[in-house]
């Protein structure tokens, strides 16, 4: 079973400029998450799609962050400005249907250098 | 508000050694927990879960984990570790009322000494 799929691995970017990140969930799932993780922390939700409807989006900083998941299949996750803050790894995840988070399927992250 | 907390930063513990790292969190309602867990170099990944019944649950590679509903508590033990489980430890815990909204903790780096 192929797994979630993120890119790319890694950015590099200067501050106030802006990055996107991209999500493959694996095929099926419904629910869509995409979570920072700041070095020493453990991850934090950002925004929350189930199909192509935001579900949590409490902690996105909408300011600057957004994310769409057109189709309810794939998804974008942008910022715009970036701020040195804004260095960690971007984990976008994805759950079957069913609820409860019984199995949340993580990718292998971005890790985001904001210089 | 949900939060979670995870008493030990960083464990270095010596091969065949036992292992408890603590975990307690703040949500007066019914929750899920998890412990997942991130070896080097490799993704987040479920260690096991607890959602109802039997308190004590086990999970993979010989852990298990305790819910203590009246502490707030989901410890996770190993009895003997091996150098292969070096890796920094997540718990986390959904409220029922929330599905899919995970809030995790702060982490354990777990180093385990051949």
């Known amino acids: 079973e192929a797994g979630v799929a993120q890119s790319p691995r890694y950015k590099i970017i200067e501050k106030r400029q802006s990055v996107a990140f991209w999500c493959n969930p694996i095929s099926g799932h419904a629910t869509l998450y995409w979570y920072q993780q700041i070095l020493g922390q453990g991850p934090k939700l950002l925004i929350q799609f189930q199909n192509n409807g935001v579900v949590d989006d409490s902690q996105l900083p909408k300011d600057r962050f957004s994310a769409e998941r057109l189709k309810g299949v794939d998804s974008t996750l942008k910022i715009q400005p970036a701020k040195l803050e804004d260095s960690a790894v971007y984990l976008c995840?994805?759950?079957?249907?069913?609820?409860?988070?019984?199995?949340?399927?993580f990718g292998s992250g971005t890790q985001l250098s904001v210089l | 508000a949900q939060s979670v907390s995870q008493h030990n930063h960083h464990v270095i513990l010596s091969e065949a050694a036992s292992l408890e790292l603590g975990c307690n969190y703040s949500y007066g309602g019914t929750v899920n927990l998890f412990w997942y867990v991130q070896y080097p170099g490799q993704h987040l990944q479920l260690l096991l879960k607890y959602f109802s019944g039997d308190p004590l649950v086990k999970g993979i590679k010989g852990f298990e984990a305790e819910f203590i509903k009246s502490k707030f508590s989901f410890n996770l033990r190993k009895p003997s570790v091996q150098w292969s489980d070096t890796a920094e430890y997540f718990c986390a815990v959904n409220a029922i009322s929330n599905t899919g909204k995970l809030i995790f903790g702060q982490g354990t780096t777990l180093q385990v000494k051949p």
């Open positions: 995840a994805s759950s079957p249907p069913l609820g409860r988070s019984e199995k949340l399927f």
